[in-house]
């Protein structure tokens, strides 16, 4: 069986200055191959997004305005699907680790807000430094 990650029980999550309630979560942050994972759908609400589970292909969904991720586990490859009026936003990356599920709650890079939506910064130094993350969103 593969390994899950490393718990990370004393972390706390910082969305727009307000300290996440995890503590239904199995763990607030977990740690995987040096890559900081945070509870999918804890995050994405807390930025405005929406999340839905679909059964049938055990996946994630997370929908914004204007454009949507589907998250699988065991895919490393991750890709937002979306139009603005004419401009496509469909995009791919990959990233270390696949989404993750622990006693059902999917995890994935905290990195991939930053990467994914251009109106949240994750300071490069507190990805995974100390016991909290921090993610901020900054629209105009």
């Not at 995890?22 to 930025?47: N, Y």
């Not at 603005?84 to 006693?103: C, G, H, S």
């Amino acid at each position: 069986k593969e390994e899950v990650g490393v718990f990370q029980k004393d972390h706390v999550l910082i969305v727009n200055g307000k300290t996440l309630d995890a503590a239904s979560l199995p763990t607030p942050v977990l740690v995987r191959q040096k890559e900081t994972m945070v509870p999918l759908r804890l995050v994405a609400e807390a930025l405005g997004y929406t999340v839905s589970w679909n059964p049938e292909t055990a996946s994630s969904k997370l929908d914004m305005s204007i454009a949507s991720m589907e998250f699988r586990p065991g895919e490393t490859l991750y890709q937002r699907k979306g139009k603005l009026k004419a401009i496509n936003l469909d995009a791919a990356y990959k990233f270390t680790n696949a989404p993750q599920v622990v006693e059902g709650v999917t995890y994935v890079p905290v990195s991939l807000f930053g990467v994914f939506f251009n109106d949240v910064k994750i300071p490069e130094d507190q990805r995974s430094s100390g016991i909290s993350v921090l993610i901020d969103c900054t629209l105009d």
